[in-house]
């Protein structure tokens, strides 16, 4: 059993070393740190998980935008996303994907954006970007850049190039 936290600053050495581990380098605890620091950073939407007292994963989610021809459409990105690899494989990860899109939803956001694993977030809801109509603004694979609505509809008639604060350019 996990419990899924908002991050405090007690917090940060610890998710640091887990994106460290869990992606065998410093781009995504960086992207992290640097998020925290930006104007794209939504308090209470890094998210911990504990198990026993101990931060085991973290999720977070910012702020980025949609650009239209004539209009610029608020999204959120869910980046970074790691579980420690000693708990790996436990469902810790499902589990903070899942509580974090919830507390987005609840908290009126509509539109998440991952550059992910095909075969992992298509199980939350998540489906291919570009069929929908968005771009990205560097190269992805098709299968790994991908959208869900938490809000039906909300990209019904929209398409358009995602935009991306400058902490994800130094990823």
Known sequence: MI??????????SAIHEIHVLAFGRGNEARLAENLRKSSSFIPGLSIVA????????????????????????????LAPMAVHPDFQNQGIGSQIVRQGLDHCRKLGHKIVIVVGHPDYYPRFGF??????GLEAPFPVPDEAFMVMELERGALDGIAGMVKYPAPFEEV
């Open 127 to 132: 489906i291919p970007a570009r069929p929908k």
């Open 50 to 77: 504990l198990r026993e007292g101990r931060i085991v994963g973290d999720i977070l989610f910012s702020l980025i935008s949609i650009q239209t021809g004539t209009d610029t459409l608020p999204a959120l990105a």
């Open 3 to 12: 419990t899924a936290l908002p991050e405090t600053d007690e917090f940060y």
